[in-house]
Antibody
Framework: QVQLVQSGAEVKKPGASVRVSCKAS????????IHWVRQAPGQGLEWMGI????????NYAQRFQGRVTMTRDTSTSTVYMELSSLTSEDTAVYYC?????????WGRGTLVTVSS | QSALTQPASVSGSPGQSITISCAGT?????????VSWYQQHPGEAPKLMIY???NRPSGVSDRFSGSKSGNTASLTISGLQAEDEADYYC??????????FGGGTKLTVL
């Protein structure tokens, strides 16, 4: 079954970091880019960045530069997104999604709550 | 990179047609034929409805169509059905090889 399975919900304190995983299955992991997109409660979709599992090339949205790190592990077909220096404004559902020009396969999302 | 501009809400009666606009710039929508549209029902992940301006993925109803003129893309839904009620987002490739989403449009089927 072609799918992206994300890690479970996280609760973090302000200033902490969070790492969310996204495990691909059912297709050739290195053949498709992976994007990270987040959605704050009641808000729209926000693109965070993209990683090429084949070689690890990365491109981050400017507003997350210096605070986000995307990595991949080809041995487990898993992509990771780490976001540091969390504030309450980072409370959101974080999605991974497959694709290049368009996103044709999405994970179910991981809720990250930042609260003291 | 500023978000693409979409109307906050649109509505229509069953059977009618509606169009959602997505305004960008020559650095995104106008510069590439890489506009895509996503449907999102409450509590669910987004679903790809249109890619590369006017192409439908397998399994998406032909009631959904896309177009582009200059810096503005559009999604048209014909023969509105109750199940079409959802949030819709456009997205585009940009000159910096990033992606940008629109702010989203809430479609209400009256």
């Amino acid at each position: 079954q072609v799918q992206l399975v994300q890690s479970g919900a996280e609760v973090k304190k302000p200033g902490a970091s969070v790492r969310v995983s996204c495990k691909a299955s059912g297709y050739t992991f290195t053949s498709f880019y992976i994007h990270w997109v987040r959605q704050a409660p009641g808000q729209g979709l926000e693109w965070m960045g993209i990683i090429n599992p084949n070689g690890g090339t990365i491109n981050y949205a400017q507003r997350f530069q210096g605070r986000v790190t995307m990595t991949r592990d080809t041995s487990t077909s898993t992509v990771y997104m780490e976001l540091s220096s969390l504030t309450s404004e980072d409370t959101a559902v974080y999605y991974c999604a497959r694709g290049a020009r368009y996103l044709d396969l999405w994970g179910r999302g991981t809720l990250v709550t930042v609260s003291s | 990179q500023s978000a693409l501009t979409q109307p906050a809400s649109v509505s229509g009666s069953p059977g009618q047609s509606i169009t959602i606009s997505c305004a960008g710039t020559s650095s995104d929508v106008g510069g590439y034929n890489y506009v895509s549209w996503y449907q999102q029902h409450p509590g669910e992940a987004p679903k790809l409805m249109i890619y590369d301006v006017n192409n439908r993925p397998s399994g998406v109803s032909d009631r959904f169509s896309g177009s582009k003129s200059g810096n503005t893309a559009s999604l048209t839904i014909s023969g509105l059905q109750a199940e079409d009620e959802a949030d819709y987002y456009c997205a585009s490739y940009t000159t910096s090889s990033t992606r940008v989403f629109g702010g989203g449009t809430k479609l209400t089927v009256l």
